[in-house]
Structures are given as structure tokens and as C-alpha cells.
């Protein structure tokens, strides 16, 4: 592994367990049995590094959030996606855990979050409009629109909040709390096999 991408392992790994602002980059480098000279080189100070960081995070996103047209998921599959964009929250979990601060210290970042907030809200959008296009959900475009920002900041803050209760963070938990979220929305014949699959997450 090259040297730039085993500071950005680094870094990852100790801004999750301690948090961005409780980090230098002399810690990273002596974590790293490099000098501070030679993480300078790859990294002019802390701020590139997040936004580094956050780039990485940008694109292993990327195709979670534009699922081809043309791909028929089924009610599983949308589970199963949403379990799959909760595991990259928890492993960049750093981003979230102090976010308004570490966005108004860092413009850049601020304005790359919003971009991408709005492009999440967008998929889950989509994906909801699929569902009721296939019989599955029942609501009108306003409680949908309500719905996706409930499902947003599920998304975001529930492994937190897991954390503050001195719980394990789960993804499986943020799962079922989206699926429950959305099964008062669906059509009786969806919404027992929405509340079966459910269940399953929350014994996972």
C-alpha cells in the first residue's frame, strides 16, 4: 500500500475512535512510525487530509447512490441497499459524529455534506417512488417528502445515538428502524412481509 493511502487509513481509524478535532497530524505520523516531514509531503496540514478523506468517502458512495434505472429490485433488495450505505456511514463515521462543527470550521467540507445530503435524499426518494410504482406504498408526495427526511437522519445519527446509550452500534438497528419507518406507508400485502424481514434485522 502506498504511503498517501496508508496515512488516509490512518487517520480513518483514529478520527473514529477519538474524533477529528482530538487528532494532529504529528499523532497520525507517530501512529504511523513516519515523520512529520514525510506525511507534510503527501498532505499540507489537516484539513486536506479530511477533505481527502472525505473525497474517499464521495466516491465509494457514488454507485449507492445512482442504482442503474434498468436493475428491478425487489422488496429485499432495497433492505439490503440500505444496509449497504449504513456500513459506509459507520466506516466513515467520523464525518457525522461532530458535523456541524466540523463544517463550520471547513467551508469546503460544508458545502461537499450539503451536495451530498441532497444527492442520498434524492436516491431515497427514488427508491420510494419505485416502490409505490410497483403497488407497494400508499402515500401522497408530501408525506413521502416527510419520510425521506426521517429516513435521512436515521441514517446519519443512529449509530451515534446507539454509541451515547452505551449500546454497540448495529447497522442491522438502523435497518430496522428505516423499515419501520416505512411500513405504516405500505400496502397491507407489503407490509407483512416488510414487518417478517424486520424482524430479521432487528435478531441479526
Known amino acids: 500500500m502506498k504511503t498517501r493511502d496508508r496515512i488516509l487509513e490512518c487517520a480513518l481509524a483514529l478520527f473514529n475512535q477519538q474524533g477529528e478535532p482530538n487528532v494532529s497530524t504529528l499523532e497520525i505520523a507517530t501512529e504511523m512510525g513516519i515523520s512529520p516531514g514525510n506525511l507534510y509531503y503527501h498532505f499540507h496540514g489537516k484539513e486536506p487530509l479530511t477533505m481527502a478523506l472525505l473525497e474517499r468517502f464521495?466516491?465509494?458512495?457514488?454507485?449507492?447512490?445512482?442504482?442503474?434505472?434498468?436493475?428491478?429490485?425487489?422488496?429485499?433488495?432495497?433492505w439490503l441497499f440500505l444496509n449497504l450505505i449504513v456500513e459506509r456511514l459507520e466506516q466513515y463515521r467520523f464525518l457525522f459524529q461532530d458535523l456541524s462543527n466540523l463544517a463550520g470550521r471547513l467551508p469546503k467540507l460544508a458545502r461537499a455534506i450539503r451536495n451530498w445530503l441532497n444527492q442520498l435524499k434524492r436516491t431515497l426518494a427514488e427508491l420510494l417512488v419505485r416502490l409505490k410504482k410497483r403497488g407497494y406504498l400508499?402515500?401522497?408526495?408530501?408525506?413521502?417528502?416527510?419520510l425521506v427526511e426521517q429516513i435521512t437522519l436515521t441514517l446519519l445519527f443512529s449509530l451515534d445515538y446507539q454509541r451515547i446509550l452505551g449500546l454497540e452500534a448495529r447497522v442491522s438497528q438502523v435497518v430496522y428502524q428505516v423499515m419501520m419507518l416505512v411500513t405504516p406507508h405500505m400496502e397491507d400485502r407489503a407490509r407483512t412481509a416488510a414487518e417478517h424481514l424486520a424482524q430479521g434485522y432487528l435478531s441479526a
Open 58 to 78: 464521495q466516491s465509494e458512495m457514488a454507485p449507492l447512490l445512482d442504482p442503474p434505472n434498468e436493475i428491478r429490485l425487489g422488496i429485499e433488495e432495497h
Open 138 to 146: 400508499h402515500s401522497d408526495t408530501q408525506a413521502m417528502g416527510q
